[in-house]
């Protein structure tokens, strides 16, 4: 089946309009492209590691997260996915994943077959462009990770990751001023910031005493914006913004 939606809504074309400029004929190309929707509940696979897949998935809506396991059973969450996202990209040009897709919250997927998205890389050069920079973006992302979880102390790792994700959802229209939901838990935190569910719980408590930050349920709200950006090393630029009003 294909997915509709008003292009001002389309996650897709939000998520690339954040970081590429997109002329009309690029977005109805896009919006054009072929995809099954699926809803999977929360803590459900959508690829795994060693799949060979022959389309990709995109977060139509919900949080996903993309993680590595040890040997030994451990988690290692990589990157939290948002809707708009394509956690898989590479797989259209890698034969096997060689990590894990998995929602957090329940989400609605599009998978979109591979031959589709290369037949409009091929009539729409720039489209592959703007693809090509997201993945760059996306390596950016890891590289920034990989310095928060080996240098930074808990504190400013957590600070750094809730700047991250309040910045990316800003960029693609989902959060209110300094506000967004973010249904994530503590042990999904753990796994992200590389220390244990209490150490998490620890680290939020000193982020609201300080007031930093509110958390209500799933509801975030950044207190003193300026300040947790301080506090967490934040800087926007690996994340390439093309609307700087996103990161401000």
């Given at each position: 089946?294909?997915?509709?939606?008003?292009?001002?809504?389309?996650?897709?074309?939000?998520?690339?309009?954040?970081?590429?400029?997109?002329?009309?004929?690029?977005?109805?190309?896009?919006?054009?492209?072929?995809?099954?929707?699926?809803?999977?509940?929360a803590d459900q696979d959508?690829?795994?590691?060693?799949?060979?897949?022959?389309?990709?998935?995109?977060?139509?809506?919900?949080?996903?997260?993309?993680?590595?396991?040890?040997?030994?059973?451990?988690?290692?969450?990589?990157?939290?996915?948002?809707?708009?996202?394509?956690?898989?990209?590479?797989?259209?040009?890698?034969?096997?994943?060689?990590?894990?897709?998995?929602?957090?919250?329940?989400?609605?997927?599009?998978?979109i077959p591979h031959e589709a998205l290369r037949d409009v890389c091929e009539r729409y050069p720039r489209i592959t462009a703007a693809f090509w920079r997201e993945t760059l973006i996306d390596a950016a992302i890891f590289r920034e990770w990989v310095?928060?979880?080996?240098?930074?102390?808990?504190?400013?790792?957590?600070?750094?990751?809730?700047?991250?994700?309040?910045?990316?959802?800003?960029?693609?229209?989902l959060a209110e001023d300094h506000s967004c939901d973010l249904p994530i838990t503590q042990n999904e935190f753990a796994d992200a910031i590389g220390v244990t569910n209490v150490h998490v719980n620890r680290v939020l408590q000193q982020l609201r005493a300080e007031g930093l930050i509110e958390l209500n349920g799933d509801r975030l709200n950044i207190l003193d914006w300026e300040k947790l950006k301080q506090v967490g090393e934040f800087d926007p630029t690996y994340l390439y913004l093309e609307?700087?009003?996103?990161?401000?």
């Open positions: 089946m294909s997915a509709t939606f008003h292009p001002g809504y389309n996650p897709m074309i939000r998520k690339i309009e954040s970081i590429f400029a997109l002329n009309d004929g690029e977005r109805q190309a896009l919006l054009k492209l072929p995809m099954q929707v699926m809803a999977i509940k959508i690829v795994r590691e060693g799949d060979s897949p022959s389309r990709s998935c995109l977060i139509l809506s919900g949080f996903a997260a993309t993680y590595k396991v040890t040997a030994q059973g451990k988690r290692q969450i990589v990157s939290f996915n948002l809707p708009g996202d394509v956690p898989d990209l590479q797989s259209l040009h890698l034969k096997v994943l060689d990590n894990s897709v998995s929602t957090i919250s329940p989400c609605s997927v599009g998978f310095l928060n979880v080996g240098r930074r102390e808990a504190y400013t790792r957590m600070a750094h990751v809730l700047c991250e994700l309040l910045t990316r959802l800003r960029a693609v229209g609307n700087n009003q996103a990161a401000a």
